[in-house]
């Protein structure tokens, strides 16, 4: 593929780029979920989208270590946690641990404070997927509410580090239809499930007549079975988990694509 190949066209964006980078070299290479103050904005617009994603729960030590089941069984991934322990004054050190039970959730913080390098005042609980493939995903908020999606396999989320992507798809704004490219039939089947999620309204009888939520998505396709070791590509059962949200303003698909 050429670089003048069209099929290269990127979408640039912002939002993952330190969770990819904490999930490379790490001993389960998946996707480490690490909550900044942007992201809990963008998490709350998807709830009132009503669309699947990551779940975040705060509170202090204290209160955590005083119930820790209450707080873990708010999550959907529970009792499989990733927890963060910001550091109070923003410059001191960020202690980051995923954790498989309350057990060694409960621990982490203890020792944590009992380390006694910094005073942590607030314990971020986060849904932990372990990805199938991730991708981005832009519907523009013009008439034509054009439509393009990019994605790659594997939990890290590197179409967002310039990669070619492993597939894409997007809307042919004379046809209606949808084209795709390295996609296979399981691959379509998966986009085409998450774009149903931002569909809301029909302006006519036809599937072409189907808007969808302007924006810009990130998503990622979930084991469901967090325990199976054995999972490769996208034979397994899947789930759709949207894991970041820009308004449609930062983000436009800005003229048809002619692949």
């Given at each position: 593929?050429?670089?003048?190949?069209?099929?290269?066209?990127?979408?640039?964006?912002?939002?993952?780029?330190d969770?990819?980078?904490?999930?490379?070299?790490?001993?389960?290479?998946?996707l480490?979920?690490?909550?900044d103050?942007?992201?809990?904005?963008s998490?709350?617009?998807?709830?009132?989208?009503?669309?699947?994603?990551?779940?975040?729960?705060?509170?202090?030590?204290?209160?955590?270590?005083?119930?820790?089941?209450?707080?873990?069984?708010?999550?959907?991934?529970?009792?499989?946690?990733?927890?963060?322990?910001?550091?109070?004054?923003?410059?001191?050190?960020?202690?980051?641990?995923?954790?498989?039970?309350?057990?060694?959730?409960?621990?982490?913080?203890?020792?944590?404070?009992?380390?006694?390098?910094?005073?942590?005042?607030?314990?971020?609980?986060?849904?932990?997927?372990?990805?199938?493939?991730?991708?981005v995903?832009?519907?523009?908020?013009?008439?034509?509410?054009?439509?393009?999606v990019?994605?790659?396999?594997?939990?890290?989320?590197?179409?967002?580090?310039?990669?070619?992507?492993?597939?894409?798809?997007?809307?042919?704004?004379?046809?209606?239809?949808?084209?795709?490219?390295?996609?296979?039939?399981?691959?379509?089947?998966?986009?085409?499930?998450?774009?149903?999620?931002?569909?809301?309204?029909?302006?006519?009888?036809?599937?072409?007549?189907?808007?969808?939520?302007?924006?810009?998505?990130?998503?990622?396709?979930?084991?469901?079975?967090?325990?199976?070791?054995?999972?490769?590509?996208?034979?397994?059962?899947?789930?759709?988990?949207?894991?970041?949200?820009?308004?449609?303003?930062?983000?436009?698909?800005?003229?048809?694509?002619?692949?």
């Open positions: 593929m050429s670089e003048a190949d069209p099929n290269n066209r990127r979408i640039q964006g912002q939002g993952l780029g969770w990819a980078e904490a999930a490379k070299g790490t001993e389960h290479e998946k480490l979920a690490e909550i103050p942007g992201k809990e904005t998490i709350k617009k998807l709830e009132e989208l009503g669309l699947p994603r990551l779940k975040i729960v705060k509170t202090t030590p204290a209160d955590f270590l005083s119930d820790p089941d209450s707080y873990i069984e708010q999550l959907n991934t529970g009792p499989l946690v990733y927890i963060t322990m910001p550091s109070p004054d923003g410059g001191g050190l960020r202690l980051r641990e995923l954790c498989p039970s309350p057990t060694e959730a409960v621990a982490f913080v203890q020792r944590a404070l009992n380390a006694g390098e910094s005073t942590y005042e607030e314990v971020i609980l986060t849904d932990y997927y372990r990805g199938a493939a991730t991708g995903l832009v519907v523009s908020p013009k008439e034509d509410n054009a439509i393009y990019e994605g790659t396999y594997g939990p890290s989320f590197k179409e967002l580090y310039g990669e070619i992507p492993d597939f894409m798809m997007w809307r042919d704004l004379q046809t209606e239809l949808f084209r795709y490219e390295g996609a296979d039939e399981r691959t379509r089947e998966m986009l085409q499930r998450t774009l149903d999620w931002l569909s809301h309204d029909y302006m006519g009888t036809s599937v072409r007549d189907r808007r969808y939520q302007a924006g810009y998505y990130e998503f990622l396709w979930a084991y469901k079975d967090e325990k199976k070791d054995d999972v490769e590509g996208l034979l397994h059962p899947l789930e759709i988990v949207f894991v970041d949200y820009q308004e449609s303003g930062a983000f436009q698909v800005s003229e048809p694509l002619d692949l």
